[in-house]
């Protein structure tokens, strides 16, 4: 669980986006960290703290002046053991106050009283003129300035009625901004160009020939160098996936669109990793117009014509990224998987232990490099594209 044993004060003030933070109360929750509510008297007019007592499975404190705390300081004893102070939503109101360092209620006490190793991040929920307003602005600076950090606000639909930037993130993707702040920030500064996903080669307008590669692998390394603070650019054939949260997809179907989109952008990206099952062959005479039955025993006559190689001619460079390539092989794998590195002209090459991997959402893998090569231990794609990007971050210095 990406959350596991993480301890987290979930702060709510006034806004009618507190509905959202019952679901990402749930989705900490499921996520293994524990949540501990904390609401100022504004945000109880939205939501109440039975609701968010019932989702957190925890007292929620709304009062400094509470005395079911022991030595009646909730304001240290709640944030003394905590991993993260999460204010969502956070108010106009209470931007100011945390850029002022107010101590006027228990929220706003325990965020200015919490020891500076505790992270503090603030999902903005307002009506977009009072978002564009200049003081808010102002504050919104000062918090960045002050180390806090901001969390959205994103454009959109807004409760009042109006449409602009001042609308919460959406819990799953405040729980994913959540996420990647546990994890170490290997990528910072980094742009990273990824392919994931099987390729389709068409061979009239209603088939084609594909793969068995559900992107799983691809997506989960595009999300784990998102989390590691890279700009993450992700060209995918058809998959069902949903796009990893600020990752930036390129849809392509052919093995063709995929070389030319990556050779468009492959410069000034620092990283290339092509996880793509990409089609060794399209169908040469593919028909305009569906093929039709024509008798008994009548069967078309495909011809065949070899995909660029993707992988090698972003490798082939003259600025080229660091280049990390993939195999599959259903035999020998150890073999042909440093002889494809070689071929390749690249500098690391992930080999999956066994071609069964597609569509599971567990993997091995094996890494080749000229060191020679290294096994990691059996896990979940999400975890292990978190070990290869650090891998790989490693092996950049
Ligand atoms: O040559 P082979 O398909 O076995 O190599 C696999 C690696 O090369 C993967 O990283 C895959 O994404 C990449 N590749 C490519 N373009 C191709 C074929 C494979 O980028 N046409």
Not at 272 to 278: E, L, M, N, Y
Request: aromatic share 4%; with cysteine; hydrophobic share 45%.
């Amino acid at each position: 669980m990406d959350l596991a044993g993480k301890r987290i004060v979930l702060g709510l003030t006034g806004g009618v986006a507190c509905y959202k933070a019952a679901e990402l109360t749930r989705g900490l929750s499921k996520a293994g960290a524990s949540v501990q509510v904390v609401m100022t008297r504004a945000a109880t007019h939205f939501i109440t703290p039975v609701t968010m007592q019932a989702l957190s499975g925890r007292t929620v404190y709304t009062d400094q002046w509470d005395d079911r705390i022991a030595n009646n300081m909730p304001h240290i004893d709640l944030t003394r053991d905590a991993d993260a102070i999460v204010i969502a939503p956070c108010s106009t109101d209470f931007m100011f106050k945390l850029a002022h360092g107010a101590c006027d209620d228990l929220l706003s006490t325990l965020c200015v009283a919490r020891p500076i190793t505790v992270p503090l991040m603030v999902a903005p929920a307002m009506n977009v003129e009072m978002w564009q307003n200049p003081a808010t602005q102002r504050n919104a600076a000062q918090l960045r300035a002050d180390g806090i950090a901001l969390l959205g606000p994103d454009a959109g639909e807004q409760a009042c009625g109006e449409t602009g930037m001042g609308r919460m993130l959406e819990p799953e993707q405040l729980l994913e901004e959540i996420i990647a702040s546990f994890q170490s920030k290997a990528l910072a500064g980094k742009r990273v160009l990824l392919t994931a996903g099987p390729t389709f080669e068409p061979i009239d307008p209603v088939r084609g020939i594909t793969n068995l590669s559900s992107g799983k692998m691809g997506y989960a390394i595009a999300r784990a160098a998102r989390e590691a603070g890279a700009e993450v650019t992700l060209v995918s054939g058809p998959t069902a996936l949903e796009t990893p949260y600020g990752v930036h997809r390129i849809n392509v179907q052919t093995a063709q669109q995929m070389h030319d989109v990556v050779l468009s952008r492959a410069a000034g990206n620092d990283i290339f990793i092509a996880v793509a099952a990409v089609a060794d062959w399209r169908v040469a005479n593919a028909s305009e117009q569906k093929l039709k039955k024509t008798g008994a025993g009548d069967v078309p006559q495909l011809e065949f014509a070899q995909n660029p190689d993707i992988l090698a001619a972003v490798a082939a460079l003259p600025d080229k990224p660091y280049c990390v390539g993939f195999a599959a092989e259903s035999e020998k794998l150890l073999e042909y998987g440093e002889e494809k590195r070689r071929r390749k002209g690249i500098p690391l090459l992930v080999g999956n232990i066994g071609h069964q991997t597609f569509g599971k959402d567990e993997n091995e893998l094996v890494l080749f490099d000229d060191a020679g090569h290294q096994r990691l231990p059996r896990a979940d794609k999400r975890t292990l594209g978190r070990v290869l990007v650090g891998e790989i971050a490693r092996r950049l210095g």
